[in-house]
């Protein structure tokens, strides 16, 4: 089992930054994919960025690539999300997730954090 817990949202203006971060226990991630993903009201779950513990690999949504930056602390357990630049169609709950996997797909992760809300404001 995993377990996952994100902070960090909150309330920032257009143009702003926030940094999202889930801490992970339970099991040792280094065989584990972590990502981040995000819902909107009345919108369906969507992927944001990924990173494949062990090797660093980073992959991201064409939406956030250049905006965004996930990285992880080992010694923490936490992986992290950077937030520049801001828009108010970033505005979501973001999601933490994990799994043995490399994939975009919500289906694909079996572990979830309990989400932090970001609203950018205009």
């Known amino acids: 089992q995993v377990q996952l817990v994100e902070s960090g949202g909150g309330l920032v203006q257009a143009g702003g930054s926030l940094r999202l971060s889930c801490v992970a226990s339970?099991?040792?991630?280094?065989?584990?994919?972590m990502a981040w993903f995000r819902q909107a009201p009345g919108k369906e779950r969507e992927f944001v960025a990924g990173i494949i513990y062990s090797s660093r690999t980073t992959f991201y949504a064409d939406s956030v690539k250049g905006r965004f930056t996930i990285s992880r602390d080992n010694a923490k357990n936490t992986v992290y999300v950077q937030m520049n630049s801001l828009k108010p169609e970033d505005t979501a709950v973001y999601y933490c997730?994990?799994?043995?996997?490399?994939?975009?797909?919500?289906?694909?992760?079996?572990?979830w954090g309990q989400g932090t809300q970001v609203t950018v404001s205009s």
């Open positions: 997730a994990a799994d043995r996997i490399v994939s975009r797909e919500v289906n694909a992760y079996g572990y």
């Open positions: 339970g099991r040792t991630l280094s065989t584990y994919t």
